[in-house]
């Protein structure tokens, strides 16, 4: 805008050396209107100042924010693995292969849900009937499931041979038994139902209820198949 101002003066001289050298006397130049552009171009001026100001202000404000952190996503993050970690440690396994006794099983450790599956897909179901059935003394082959912090357990055994076989879902869970004809103090003992099953989708959609702790749906969903029985659980 200074540059602007420059060439109104310029032009102004110029106009006037033009008049003198014609012998023309200059028109009358309305001293209020130069004063009125000077006054324009000097408020442009100060409006570019300002602008100038304003995009200094903006830049330093950019330089000196920083993106917002959210303190909680890392603690959702920590709590997710506390949670993992959690579920992962509550939960224990064993198997019982074919002709065992009764109360001997084989203890696998700690699990979840996954690596448990896992391990029931490749367990060697129909090899293990075929064994039962040369030597049909003893148990049958069972993988089993236990929640450590409400001490019920889910297990899954195989009755039958390669070409018809049945599962068998026994669910085991703290049960309060009363005293002799009802009256003194009370027992808790572990209690088992087992129901009979052919679906292996039904099977592992029953893993997830009891992984979840949704025993409440568990229930429901295998009372609502055959039940083989109920009784004391021994082992």
Sequence with gaps: MKNQKIIVVSVFLLLLVSCSNKNDKPKDIDENSIDKTEK???????????????????????????????????????????????????????????GYELEKFDKKGKTDYNNF????????????????????EGSSPRIEIKDLKTGKSFWVAMAGDRNDYTYLIGYVYPKEKKGMFGKGK?????????????????????????????Y????????????????????
């Design 40 to 98: 324009i171009i000097d408020s442009d001026e100060n409006i570019i100042d300002d602008s100038e100001e304003v995009k200094s202000n903006n830049k330093s404000t950019e330089e000196n924010s920083e993106p917002i952190k959210n303190d909680n996503e890392e603690t959702v993050e920590d709590n997710s693995e506390e949670i993992k970690e959690n579920i992962e440690s509550s939960f224990s396994w064993k198997v019982k292969m074919a």
């Design 117 to 136: 599956v896992s391990e029931f897909e490749k367990f060697p179901w129909m090899e293990q009937l075929d064994y039962l059935k040369k030597k049909p």
């Design 186 to 214: 009370g027992e808790t003992i572990r209690w088992l139902e087992v129901y009979l099953t052919e679906d292996k989708k039904f099977v592992i959609s029953s893993f997830i209820l009891f992984f979840e702790g949704d």
């Design 216 to 235: 409440t749906n568990l229930e429901e969903k295998i009372r609502k198949l055959k039940e083989y029985g109920q009784m004391e659980a021994k082992d």
